[in-house]
C-alpha cells in the first residue's frame, strides 16, 4: 500500500471535529460532552497516531455558538473534557481553534477558509504546511487543506463528497498505515 507521507515530528496533524474525532449529529449539534460520542477506534489508536507527529491540531466550524444554541465557554468545556479524555488515553492534541461565526458571516474563520490555520502557524512557528495532513469529512475540510498545500484524508461518512482527498478512510485510525 502506498504511504501518503514519510511522517515524523517534523510534521502537523489537522483534524475537524465532527465526523472525525466524534460521531457528527447530522443536521444538528452536540451541546453537551454527554452527547459526544468519540468516533470507533479514535481513542485506541490516537496515542501511537498523534505520537508520530509534533503537532496536532483540531480545527473545527461550530455554528451552534453564533445561533445561540450554545455560549463559547460552554463549548470550550466541550473541547477540554474531550482533551481531558485524549490525554487520559495517552495522546495529546496541542490546540484546538473553533470557527464560531455562521456560515458567510465575519470573522470568515470557517474551513475552507484557512484562517484556524494560520492561527495555527502563528502559535506555532514550526508548522509547515507542506508538511502537514488535514483528515475530515467535508469538501470544506478537504478545501482548506488542499489551498494550504496539504495532504488530505477523507473519514467516509453520510456527507457528500465532490472534492478529491488523497486518500479516503473508514476511520481515523486507519491513517497509521498511510505513514
Not at 132 to 149: A, Y
Request: glycine share 6%.
Amino acid at each position: 500500500m502506498p504511504k501518503l507521507a514519510q511522517v515524523d515530528a517534523t510534521w502537523t496533524l489537522f483534524l475537524d471535529r465532527d465526523g472525525v474525532i466524534n460521531e457528527r449529529v447530522m443536521g444538528g449539534y452536540i451541546l453537551r460532552f454527554s452527547d459526544f460520542q468519540f468516533k470507533k477506534n479514535v481513542l485506541t489508536s490516537a496515542k501511537e497516531l498523534f505520537g508520530k507527529f509534533g503537532r496536532v491540531i483540531v480545527v473545527t466550524n461550530q455554528q451552534c455558538v453564533a445561533k445561540g444554541l450554545i455560549s463559547a465557554n460552554d463549548l470550550t468545556e466541550i473541547h477540554q473534557q474531550m482533551l481531558d479524555v485524549f490525554q487520559e488515553n495517552g495522546a495529546k492534541i496541542d490546540r484546538v481553534f473553533a470557527a464560531l461565526e455562521r456560515k458567510g458571516e465575519a470573522p470568515f474563520m470557517r474551513k475552507p477558509n484557512p484562517t484556524m490555520a494560520h492561527m495555527a502557524k502563528a502559535e506555532f512557528a514550526t508548522i509547515d504546511f507542506s508538511k502537514s495532513i488535514m483528515v475530515g469529512d467535508t469538501d470544506s475540510d478537504l478545501l482548506f487543506g488542499k489551498e494550504l498545500g496539504m495532504k488530505t484524508v477523507l473519514i467516509e461518512t453520510e456527507e457528500k463528497i465532490s472534492v478529491q482527498a488523497d486518500v479516503q478512510l473508514k476511520e481515523l485510525g486507519q491513517l497509521i498505515d498511510f505513514i
